[in-house]
């Protein structure tokens, strides 16, 4: 949908609610029916049976939060559930650490082709979507160095995949994730150059430094636009968040998470933005206080 240029930047009200639980589900010990394979080249493979009346998987922290610490909690999990008969459906995945904190994940799904997936890591969470063999190649970015990266399948089952990532020790990243509407975009400007996540107005791309993540296609689907701070301390950056006023979301309350990766620690928070009545639809409403004010800094 074309929407005009002109943005609203004035009378924003943004309330903001810490609303703990919002997009939030953690995973717990003793799941039945679970089974797990360690992978080649230290990554995990794991299937879990979860509800199937979930429609919509919440993004959540990395599954560290209900495996403990470490990889050693998902292999003790293992040891308990034993495995299951295979029966052509395996699915699998495997993880590569890229230069500049980049995962690039490639996911086998045999019985999920042209499927929904949800891809979570680390709190940031998307949908997308196998193709017509059940394949999924993925880059994200990577928030965590001991980073997790689940899959949930369309069959209510989950893949789980481990890869250690040294370069996020130096890197910065803040994000927005949301579900449904894909109305809101991150606008960068970075010195002399500006950087759009691209989704609310055709033909812009924050290319390398945004990573726009998510399928429009899907049912029910997921977007995040992760930005990557420069590594020098001296560069002038300003975030903002652009949030798109259709006929659709004119005077809703739409919502959101943040999410802030410093050197490895992520924080993520829900949002709320108060939209302005039906009148303005077809104008772009810019939000300066969405952002956390980070000071670029050099990891030690």
């Known amino acids: ?3 005009k240029l002109r943005a609203m930047r004035t009378g924003a009200v943004l309330a903001v609610a810490l609303a703990a639980g919002h997009f939030v589900q953690s995973m717990k010990h003793g799941v039945p029916g679970a089974s797990i394979n360690a992978a080649t080249s230290g990554s995990i493979e794991q299937t879990i049976k979860q509800p199937a009346e979930v429609p919509l998987v919440p993004a959540s922290a990395s599954l560290t939060t209900g495996f403990g610490a470490s990889v050693d909690g998902v292999t003790e999990l293992a040891a308990l559930a034993g495995t299951t008969a295979t029966d052509g459906c ?3 995945i495997t993880l590569e650490a890229e ?5 690039n994940a ?5 019985c999920a082709k042209g499927e929904r997936l949800v891809i979570r890591h680390a709190g940031m969470s998307f949908a997308a979507r196998t193709s017509a063999d059940g394949m999924l190649r993925v880059r994200l970015p990577a928030l965590e160095t001991e980073a997790i990266v689940s899959v949930f399948l369309p069959d ?6 481990s890869v250690f990532v040294p370069d996020v020790a130096s890197v910065q990243r803040f994000g927005l994730q949301w579900t449904d509407s894909d109305v809101f975009d991150l606008r960068i400007m970075e010195d002399d150059k500006i950087f759009v996540g691209g989704r609310t107005t055709s033909g812009r791309s924050g290319g ?3 990573m726009v993540l998510g399928d429009r296609s899907v ?3 997921m977007f995040a636009e992760i930005y990557t701070y420069p590594a020098d301390p001296t560069a002038s950056v300003e975030v903002e968040v652009e949030l798109a006023i259709t006929s659709e979301t004119c005077g809703r309350v739409m919502q959101a998470d943040s999410i802030l990766a410093e050197f490895g620690k992520v924080t993520v928070e829900a949002r709320k933005v108060q939209l302005p009545d039906c009148g303005q639809a077809g104008d772009i409403l810019v939000l300066k ?5 980070v000071k670029i800094a050099v990891s030690n």
């Open 156 to 161: 209510s089952e989950v893949l789980v995949g």
């Open 90 to 92: 395996d699915a699998k």
């Open 289 to 293: 206080n969405l952002s956390p004010d």
């Open 208 to 210: 390398r430094k945004i």
């Open 106 to 110: 490639a996911i086998s799904t045999p």
């Open 219 to 221: 049912d029910q689907p």
């Open 99 to 103: 230069p500049e904190a980049i995962i």
């Open 1 to 3: 949908m074309d929407v």
